[in-house]
Structures are given as structure tokens and as C-alpha cells.
């Protein structure tokens, strides 16, 4: 079973920031495609952030100009920094890295709380 370990979650006033992070093994990393979902309380889990299969990134649109998805190679780690954040990007985050179509890792989630 791969490890998605995250980190960074928090509660943040309106118009702060957070950044996330997600650790894996070095092996998962470069064979993934990986992402970052989140689910709102009574909502369906929805991609945030992600990357194309050229490698750029991509966004939902509610989050576009706001949100930024970065990887580092050298320590196997994927982040998601949110800038501008609203009471509506509250949810947990969740880190994703999805080998192929039958097998998808998930990270165990992070709380992020913006109040406004």
C-alpha cells in the first residue's frame, strides 16, 4: 500500500494562506499522476488541482489565479499553495497519485478552515 502522507492543513481567515504537502516514496512519484481533490461537508469529492498529460498544470475553475500545484522532484513531495482563500474553499484536501485507471492512492486527507 503506497503512503500519501500530507501535511499543512489549518483554519485561516478569509483572504490568508495555506500551503499543502504531500510525501510519498520516490517511486510512486514518478510513476503517478498525482493531484490534489477536496470534499466539502454533504459534496462530492472534486479535483482541485491537477496536472495535463504534458505536465502542465490545471485548475478548477473556482480556484484559477488562486491556487498554485508545484512538485519537487528531489524530495518526492507535492504541494498546493492557496492563496485568496474564501469560506467556500473550506473542505478536506485530499492528495491524490493515480498509477493507472484501476489503481489510485489517496492520502488520509487535511482539514483546511477558512472563516470569514
Known amino acids: 500500500q503506497a503512503q500519501l502522507v500530507e501535511s499543512g492543513g489549518g483554519w485561516v481567515q478569509a483572504g490568508g494562506s495555506l500551503r499543502l504537502s504531500c510525501a510519498t516514496s520516490g517511486t510512486i512519484f514518478s510513476i503517478s499522476s498525482m493531484g490534489w481533490y477536496r470534499q466539502a461537508p454533504g459534496k462530492q469529492r472534486e479535483l482541485v488541482a491537477g496536472?495535463?498529460?504534458?505536465?502542465?498544470?490545471k485548475y478548477t475553475d473556482s480556484v484559477k489565479g488562486r491556487f498554485t500545484i508545484s512538485r519537487d522532484h528531489a524530495k518526492n513531495t507535492l504541494y498546493l499553495l492557496m492563496n485568496s482563500l474564501k469560506p467556500e474553499d473550506t473542505a478536506v484536501y485530499y492528495c491524490s497519485a493515480k498509477v493507472s485507471e484501476t489503481l489510485e492512492y489517496w492520502g488520509q486527507g487535511t482539514q483546511v478552515t477558512v472563516s470569514s
Open positions: 496536472f495535463t498529460s504534458r505536465g502542465s498544470p
